[in-house]
C-alpha cells in the first residue's frame, strides 16, 4: 500500500521558519517525482514545488520562489520543504505528493498519489 505521511506544521509568526516532511512507503518513491501544493482557506489546491527523481530538476511557484526550498533526503523516499521568511498569506494545508514519473511537474493533475497534509498557519 502507498503512503505518504507529512509532518512538520504548525504555528509561527510571520518572518518565521518551518520544515515540512514526507516520508514515503510502500513503492521505490527514489525512482520518481515529489512535490508540495498547498490549499487555503476557500481556495483552490495550488502548487508549490517540485523536485525530480535525481533532484536535477526542481519547480517552485513564484509566490515561493527564494523563500521556500525542496530537497529529498538521502534514502530519497524523504521529501523535504524548508520554508523561511513565512507570510500569513502561506497558511494553508501543506499535501505531499507522488507521480509515476521520474520527470517533475506542476500540474496537480499528474501526481497520483497524496498525503493527508499538514497544516501551516502564519500569524501576523
Known amino acids: 500500500q502507498v503512503q505518504l505521511v507529512e509532518s512538520g506544521g504548525g504555528v509561527v509568526q510571520a518572518g518565521g521558519a518551518l520544515r515540512l516532511s514526507c516520508e514515503g512507503s510502500?513503492?521505490?518513491?527514489?525512482?520518481?517525482?515529489m512535490a508540495w501544493f498547498r490549499q487555503a482557506p476557500g481556495k483552490e489546491r495550488e502548487f508549490v514545488a517540485a523536485?525530480?527523481?535525481?533532484?536535477?530538476?526542481?519547480y517552485y511557484s513564484d509566490s515561493v520562489k527564494d523563500r521556500f526550498t525542496i530537497s529529498r533526503g538521502n534514502a530519497k523516499n524523504m521529501v523535504y520543504l524548508q520554508m523561511n521568511s513565512l507570510k500569513p498569506e502561506d497558511t494553508a494545508i501543506y499535501y505531499c505528493?507522488?507521480?509515476?514519473?521520474?520527470?517533475?511537474?506542476?500540474?496537480?493533475?499528474?501526481?497520483?498519489?497524496w498525503g493527508q497534509g499538514t497544516q501551516v498557519t502564519v500569524s501576523s
Open positions: 505528493a507522488s507521480r509515476s514519473s521520474a520527470v517533475a511537474h506542476t500540474r496537480m493533475g499528474e501526481y497520483n498519489y
Open positions: 510502500g513503492r521505490t518513491f527514489g525512482s520518481y517525482a
Open positions: 523536485i525530480s527523481w535525481s533532484g536535477g530538476a526542481i
